[in-house]
């Protein structure tokens, strides 16, 4: 990074640019009777594409999807125009794959390697497609934390860490390093506690899962 970059204010087009959405939706709903979770109904849409909206109303202008269960259904039924959509065969050996698979389908390599990536990118705002009640607000004000390719930036609920998060691009690799089972990011993140600048959002959003049958009396 030049001096020059250290200190440039990027504009709104060059953050979009810089920061891709990165929507992990590969889970097979295990406690939901293997119903995909990328295949419930949420508001009229299905809830892989209620995330893909959230996510570009909040200035994501590229998106990739990592899909895993039953996927082909996913790619024939949701409307995913123009978004990257990346296939996780490892999607049963939890989100940490899902995660792994997003990372390097952002660097344009498939490496997961360096910060100046293949794609321009310098951030990913990671989401999970089973917490619909984390909408374009909370996405807009994680997103808007972004400085450059260093950057770890989490959405908080009453001071406690949640998504979406923001990666740059220079954790990338460290990251794909340590995710494995369903920990994803957590225990890179635990590592650079001090790093993470936190984003409340409790007043936009609310974090809950779709993860059990109980869960569904959430969904619209």
Do not use: F
């Not at 957590?186 to 007043?203: F, P, S, T």
């Amino acid at each position: 990074m030049t001096d020059n970059e250290d200190t440039e204010v990027l504009t709104e087009d060059q953050v979009g640019d810089r920061v891709a959405g990165l929507l992990l939706a590969a889970g097979g709903g295990r406690r939901l009777g293997g119903r995909p979770k990328a295949l419930l109904e949420h508001r009229g849409h299905l809830l892989v594409e209620h995330a893909v909206g959230a996510l570009r109303a909040a200035g994501c202008a590229r998106v990739h999807v990592v899909l895993g269960a039953r996927a082909e259904d996913v790619r024939a039924r949701a409307a995913l125009d123009d978004c990257v959509l990346v296939d996780n065969p490892d999607w049963e050996q939890g989100m940490g794959s899902s995660l792994r698979a997003g990372l390097h389908s952002l660097t344009g390599t498939g490496t997961g390697t360096g910060t100046r990536t293949g794609t321009g990118l310098r951030a990913a705002l990671v989401c999970l497609v089973d917490q619909p009640g984390i909408g374009t607000e909370a996405m807009a004000r994680v997103r808007g934390a972004y400085r450059d390719e260093t950057s770890l930036v989490s959405a908080a609920y009453a001071g406690v860490r949640g998504h979406p998060v923001l990666l740059g691009a220079a954790h990338w690799a460290g990251i794909a390093a340590t995710a494995t089972g369903d920990r994803g990011a957590r225990a890179y993140l635990r590592e650079h506690e001090a790093e993470i600048a936190l984003v409340e959002c409790g007043d936009v959003a609310r974090p809950y899962d779709i993860d059990t049958e109980a869960d569904l009396v959430h969904l619209e």
